[in-house]
């Protein structure tokens, strides 16, 4: 019986954690997230593979 109650009060607290939004903002949000990895790839990766790969003395090929 008790493990139930608990059961249930978990239950409550998810669904009060639950993030409610219209469909259009969870896309818009997917979008965005994809647009900045898409950045963040074309950018700053580069950049940081070319510090890290000085930093420890590492070639091309150990790299990939």
Known sequence: MA?????ENVQ???RQLSLKAHPISWWMLV???ARDFN???RV????LLTTIMKE???TEVQVD
Request: glycine share 4%; hydrophobic share 45%.
């Open 39 to 41: 950045e963040f790839n």
């Open 12 to 14: 409550s607290g998810l």
């Open 44 to 47: 700053i990766s580069p950049t």
């Open 3 to 7: 493990i139930t109650a608990q059961a």
């Open 56 to 58: 420890f003395n590492l």
């Open 31 to 33: 979008i965005k997230h």
